[in-house]
């Protein structure tokens, strides 16, 4: 079994937040990437687009999205793609 994966939200300014995806200290922003995350997220209106903040590569999203529905929706990409 795999590593649990840590999603952390960051306030990106006030009107996004960046979201952060990492197992065990090592960013997974490109196993989302080659699952089209971003092609998902926007299927399922939650657009997104891969950005750098403060050193990190990760994803940001508009701040009108729930950060708990967000948080299962990227659970279950995470279970659907077995990531």
Not at 4 to 29: A, M, P
Not at 42 to 48: G, H, R, S
Not at 64 to 78: N, T
């Amino acid at each position: 079994m795999k590593e649990r994966i840590d999603i952390t939200f960051e306030e990106y300014d006030n009107k996004h937040f960046f979201v952060l995806l990492k197992r065990n200290s090592s960013n997974v922003f490109m196993d989302f990437g080659l699952c089209g995350f971003e092609n998902e997220m926007e299927y399922w209106d939650m657009p997104t687009k891969l950005i750098e903040f403060k050193g990190e590569k990760g994803f940001l999203f508009s701040n009108v999205i729930g950060k708990e529905a967000l948080k299962e929706e990227i659970q279950r990409f995470i279970i659907h793609n077995d990531i």
